[in-house]
Structure formats: structure tokens, C-alpha cells
């Protein structure tokens, strides 16, 4: 298979052989269940949807309902998608994968939704200096973003300039986290390295081979 879906529990270090602290993520991967197998014939395209998490009953319309009970499985909170497999690793409607397809020492990626921040500045949002050494266009407004383009010509201001605007909140994707240590009884993955998103929230963890 490859990947799952899970959520972030948080944060945590170990000491690896050499005694030095690795910060570390922990990942609650899976259970997921199999609740469709797209094909070429039907589809178009080969996919494997995966379904993880609780839901309330009542909140699921009966459309899934169905969906769900097709593959004799509890109505889950979240689907996704997953389109490239390993040779042999094929799987089959209503099988439920838990962290046992990964390994330690392997290498992931994992995507999710970064915290959102709000509105915010040149500064936090771009990495601007500020005033600093008095730059040309911000006079004494320290935290400015400047002048901004042309004068007469073309008198408006490019698409794509770096300016004040919402910050997070988007898809991103952590490639090459390696996998530290896997509780299997527990369904966790410790990864190295940090991933996006705060506690509890929604990742999709993909293997590359």
C-alpha cells in the first residue's frame, strides 16, 4: 500500500545511537478501511480510497451511509484517495490497514493543513527586514512594506507582489521524513522532523518507492 491516513498527536524527542536529541513528530496512522477500489474500466484511473476517523452517525448523510456499509465498516470522518501502489501490495475491498505497512527507517511524506495565522505583515508573512538601515519608500514606519512598484507606468501594482495578506491555512507537503519508531499496539509512527497542522488534525501519509 501506499500510505495511510492518521492525525498528529504532537510533538516529543528522542536520543538517537550517538546520544544526540532528535525532535520528532507522533502520528496516529490509521486504522483505515478499504471502502472503494477504482479501476481503469469504471473510473478511468486506479485508486484505492481509504476511510479513517469517528464520526457521529447522525452526521453523515445517507448517501455514505450506504457507502460505508458497503464495505461493512462504521461510518468514518474523513476519505482519501491514494494512486500509486507497490508490487504485491494490492489490497481488497472492506481490509483494514493499520501501521504495519510501514517500517522503521523508512522515508515519508506527509501533507496536511498548516495552522492558520490570520492576517498579517510583510514581516511575519515574507520575511522582511523592516526599516532597518532606512530603506528607500518606508520613511519611518518601521514595520512597512515600502514602495511597490512603477510610478506612471504601468501605474498598478504586478500580480504576485509580496504584500499583507492571510498566512496558513493551506495544503503543504513535508517531503523525506524518516520513520524513527513504530508502536504497532498503539498504531503510532514517530517521525523525524516536524509536519504540518496543530494537534489532532487531519495527515496523509504517503510512501515513495
Not at 9 to 16: A, H, K, L, N, R
Request: charged content about 25%; hydrophobic content about 40%; glycine content about 14%.
Amino acid at each position: 500500500m501506499s500510505g495511510l491516513l492518521g492525525k498528529k498527536i504532537g510533538m516529543t524527542s528522542i536520543y538517537d545511537a550517538s546520544g544526540k536529541m532528535v525532535p520528532c513528530t507522533v502520528i496516529e496512522a490509521g486504522p483505515c478501511v478499504v471502502t472503494q477500489i477504482r479501476t481503469k474500466d469504471n473510473d478511468g484511473y486506479e485508486a484505492i480510497q481509504l476511510a479513517f476517523g469517528e464520526v457521529k452517525e447522525k452526521k453523515v448523510t445517507k448517501a455514505l451511509k450506504g457507502h460505508f456499509a458497503k464495505a461493512n465498516t462504521e461510518p468514518k470522518a474523513h476519505l482519501a484517495e491514494f494512486t500509486r501502489f507497490e508490487a504485491g501490495h494490492q489490497k481488497s475491498f472492506g481490509d483494514i490497514l493499520t501501521v504495519d505497512v510501514f517500517e522503521e527507517g523508512e522515508f515519508i511524506d506527509v501533507s496536511g493543513v498548516s495552522k492558520g495565522k490570520g492576517f498579517q505583515g510583510v514581516i511575519k508573512r515574507h520575511n522582511f527586514a523592516g526599516v532597518g538601515g532606512a530603506t528607500h519608500g518606508q520613511h519611518n514606519r518601521l514595520r512597512a512594506p515600502g514602495s511597490l512598484g512603477a510610478s506612471s507606468w504601468p501605474s498598478r501594482v504586478f500580480p504576485g507582489m509580496r504584500m499583507a495578506g492571510r498566512l496558513g491555512g493551506a495544503k503543504v507537503k513535508v517531503i523525506n521524513l524518516q520513520i524513527v519508531k513504530i508502536l504497532p499496539e498503539k498504531n503510532l509512527l514517530v517521525v523525524k522532523g516536524s509536519v504540518p497542522g496543530g494537534v489532532g488534525s487531519l495527515l496523509k501519509i504517503e510512501r515513495w518507492s
